[in-house]
């Protein structure tokens, strides 16, 4: 099985403990090249697993909101 294969399967919360432990390896320092390279592309798979699982959560909630006829949009202001 590959790492993508094996991130794929990984909750939220399992991908966000596992990309935290990549970091703190990372931020350790002490590793070489290769190593870091790896580190950062796992990191990479991890995040883009997470904004996956969040996209997803994020339209359902919509979708929910929409059934329920409660959804309203509204413009965000920034000063």
């Given at each position: 099985m590959t790492y993508a294969e094996e991130v794929e399967k990984?909750?939220?919360?399992e991908s966000i403990k596992t990309l935290e432990d990549?970091?703190?390896e990372?931020?350790?320092g002490g590793i070489d090249l290769d190593r870091s390279i790896?580190?950062?592309e796992k990191a990479v798979l991890l995040?883009?697993?997470c904004r996956q699982i969040?996209?997803?959560s994020e339209r359902r909630i919509q979708k929910i909101m929409e059934s329920s006829g409660t959804l309203k949009t509204?413009?965000?202001k920034f000063e």
């Open positions: 990984m909750t939220f919360e990549l970091v703190k990372l931020e350790a790896e580190i950062y995040r883009n697993h969040l996209d997803e509204e413009d965000l």
